[in-house]
């Protein structure tokens, strides 16, 4: 059982690219969220979505895209990079809300703009 | 004032003995609380949940909440090495679907 995975694990584009961090669970979760987590800063939301073809914003929203056609995938796009999103990012997944109910986490991808 | 606020750290605390995690919170209609455990380099994982006043126990572990105050805690017992890391509190305010995040506090425990 895979569980919820994340790829690629690490990344270093440069500024200005498209990039897309995918995130896959097999659990059939209705929620999923990412995050991003960076020094001093701790986990911070950046989009969520409570089922396919529902999204929302979260606090940090701002340079990033999401989809999500299928229950099972949540791809993240930052689409043209800045080294302000350098930062490690969290995917995760709950069966039901995600303010009440245990939030599985991937393994993170670390990326870096150059 | 930070919706959520936890002590960075670093804790250090000797093997076997009690390690205490403290965490405020600014919204007072907040029910849901939780504490993830994340080891360097590695995903948070779920310790603890608790959504009403008083405390829970897990093993070694015990959640303590008390509304009133908008303070919850994680108490560790018996402290081990392998209790090293950086724990997370979350909380959920009303209305939300989602959690908000403290910055988390490094916890040492030191043979």
């Known amino acids: 059982d895979a569980g919820i995975t994340q790829s690629p694990r690490y990344k270093i584009t440069e500024t200005g690219r498209q990039v897309t961090l995918m995130c896959h669970q097999t659990?059939?979760?209705?929620?999923m969220f990412w995050y991003r987590q960076d020094l001093g800063h701790g986990l911070r939301l950046i989009y969520y979505?409570?089922?396919?073809?529902?999204?929302d914003k979260g606090e940090v929203p701002d340079g990033y895209v999401v989809s999500r056609s299928k229950t099972e995938n949540f791809p993240l796009t930052l689409e043209s990079a800045t080294r302000s999103q350098t930062s490690v990012y969290f995917c995760?997944?709950?069966?039901?809300?995600?303010?009440?109910?245990?939030?599985?986490f991937g393994p993170g991808t670390r990326l870096t703009v150059l | 004032q930070k919706e959520v606020e936890q002590n960075s750290g670093p804790l250090s605390v000797p093997e076997g003995a009690i390690a205490s995690l403290n965490c405020t919170y600014s919204d007072r209609g907040s029910q849901s609380f939780f504490w993830y455990r994340q080891y360097s380099g590695k995903s948070p994982e779920l310790i603890m949940s608790?959504?009403?006043?008083g405390d829970k126990e897990d093993g070694r572990f015990t959640a303590q909440l008390n509304k009133a105050s908008q303070y919850v805690s994680l108490l560790i017992r018996d402290s081990q090495p392998s209790d090293s890391a950086t724990y997370l509190c979350?909380?959920?305010?009303?209305?939300?679907?989602?959690?908000?995040f403290g910055t988390g506090t490094r916890l040492t425990i030191i043979p």
């Open positions: 608790i959504y009403s006043n």
């Open positions: 659990w059939s979760h209705s929620y």
């Open positions: 995760a997944s709950s069966w039901t809300s995600g303010g009440t109910d245990t939030q599985y």
């Open positions: 979350a909380v959920n305010r009303p209305g939300h679907e989602k959690l908000t």
């Open positions: 979505s409570a089922a396919a073809d529902i999204t």
